[in-house]
């Protein structure tokens, strides 16, 4: 039975997200000669513009011995042009009242810049300065390299970093998302200039970017400022895709690996899932709530429970996320342990809930609470210009469509119980299961 209170819940956070969406104006596409994609979305809820870079190269598009090469651009692309001195792209922006950042992920790499809407003639003309123009001097390499570098050596010293780069390690037999965009210390001492300017020339082109532009302006202002800044830069030949060469093999068996110990014991059971265009992603990802996002989710609820024999619970934290990528991604499910001795039961653990959910399915109380989740996060990301140019860039990266996240949350609405229950089953299986055990260290 669905409480009232439930009831009213649902109906504020499904109609909350689907105004936001029927209130959002069209997305208006097009193309430069060159290649180069832009997408604009007007708004006039404050006088500021999200002009965004967003280029189709991640780590997973690295050579395999130089891992860290797309997350050096991510710092580079700050450091010096043909017209501008090192950090100026930044201050200028800043000096305006903006505000400016990046991103590298698996998929993909792009560059944020809010700022009062009379200057998008400004923001542009900085993005295309960087996208061509970019000083490769081995000195600023060297100095970057070693910023990279401090940035992997932080993430080593976290235990739950640490585990999710082994399981994907083992959970990606062929693919390059066995490893993430944040790089590899030994790959990077080996990356000269040379390898990143290469880089460099083959990915930051037109024809591998969108030009996003979300705020107070029209596509016809986008244009014009487009096709003069963006517009004289050559068309580049079709970048190489490393992984469309490395698909990952379908895993038929269950792959099990216990490494050396860590700070505290982690458990982490993985399954491959589809691609983001594919149909099955939006159950999978209520799936992936319903088991282990929010205190009341399955896998915390299971691993926390105070054990009335030992007065202890099984496990410090549980959860679990569904890593949607461009290209097949994983669900991952985890739990953080002390005592050595908790490892199998922890897994056992994980792996009965993941069972009991493919056998019967989620309450409808489940169900809803899940999707009132996914609604409420959507309705929040689209709140300001630069949450609105976030989603349009992850959409075409994800599925090749600019305005594919607007379906989004009617998507969600229409998953159903039998849904829920099928994609579990055919995606969870433990005979298909990635597990990867830390035990604690000196206990």
Same mark, same amino acid.
């Given at each position: ?274 691609? &983001? %265009? ?5 159950? /999978?990802?209520? !799936?992936?709530?319903?088991?282990? +996002? #929010?205190?009341?989710?399955? $896998? ?58 493919? &056998? %019967? ?5 489940? /169900?809803?609470? !899940?999707?009132?989740?996914?609604? +409420? #996060?959507?309705?929040?990301? $689209? ?61």
């Amino acid at each position: 039975m669905v409480r009232p209170l439930l009831i009213l819940a649902a109906l504020t956070a499904t109609a909350s997200a689907q105004s936001a969406v029927s209130k959002l104006p069209q997305v208006e596409t097009f193309s430069l000669a060159n290649g180069l994609s832009v997408a604009v979305l007007h708004t006039d809820a404050a006088p500021v513009v999200a002009v965004q870079v967003w280029y189709h190269v991640g780590s997973k598009d690295e050579p395999r011995d130089r891992r860290g090469s797309a997350h050096m651009f991510e710092h580079m692309m700050f450091k010096g042009t043909a017209h501008l001195r090192g950090e100026e792209h930044a201050q200028f922006i800043n000096g305006i009242g903006g505000y400016v950042n990046a991103a590298t992920d698996e998929d993909a790499t792009h560059y944020i810049n809010t700022l009062p809407s009379d200057y998008l003639d400004f923001a542009i003309q900085l993005e295309a300065e960087r996208m061509r123009n970019l000083l490769f001097r081995k000195a600023m390499i060297d100095t970057e390299r070693e910023v990279v570098k401090e940035e992997i050596r932080q993430q080593e010293n976290s235990p739950l970093a640490k585990g999710v780069l082994r399981f994907l390690a083992v959970a990606f037999t062929k693919h390059p998302y066995a490893w993430t965009a944040g790089g590899n210390l030994k790959d990077l001492d080996a990356t000269s200039p040379a390898d990143l300017q290469k880089f460099y020339n083959a990915y930051y082109q037109p024809g591998n970017a969108m030009l996003v532009v979300v705020g107070k302006t029209t596509a016809a202002e986008v244009k014009a400022a487009a096709e003069k800044y963006f517009g004289p830069i050559p068309k580049a030949a079709e970048p190489p895709r490393p992984s469309a060469a490395s698909p990952e093999p379908l895993q038929t068996a269950q792959r099990k690996e216990t490494v050396e110990p860590g700070q505290i014991g982690l458990t982490l059971v993985g399954f491959h899932v589809p691609p &983001a %265009k594919d149909k099955d992603v939006y159950a /999978l990802q209520v !799936a992936s709530i319903i088991l282990g +996002s #929010g205190e009341s989710s399955r $896998l915390k609820l299971r691993l926390k429970a105070v054990d009335p024999k030992t007065k202890r619970p099984l496990a410090l934290e549980g959860g679990m996320e569904a890593v949607i990528r461009e290209e097949p991604g994983m669900t991952i499910a985890l739990g953080a342990f002390l005592d050595p001795a908790a490892a199998d039961p922890v897994q056992a653990a994980i792996l009965d809930e993941i069972g009991k959910l493919a &056998a %019967k399915g989620p309450s409808a109380d489940e /169900l809803r609470k !899940a999707k009132n989740q996914v609604q +409420s #996060g959507f309705v929040f990301s $689209l709140e300001n210009a630069q949450g609105l140019a976030e989603a349009i860039g992850r959409s075409w990266i994800l599925t090749g469509s600019p305005s594919s996240f607007i379906k989004d949350v009617d998507q969600i609405e229409k998953v159903t119980v039998a849904d829920v229950q099928r994609v579990v089953k055919q995606y969870m299986s433990p005979d298909r299961a990635t597990i990867v055990v830390i035990p604690p260290k000196g206990r």
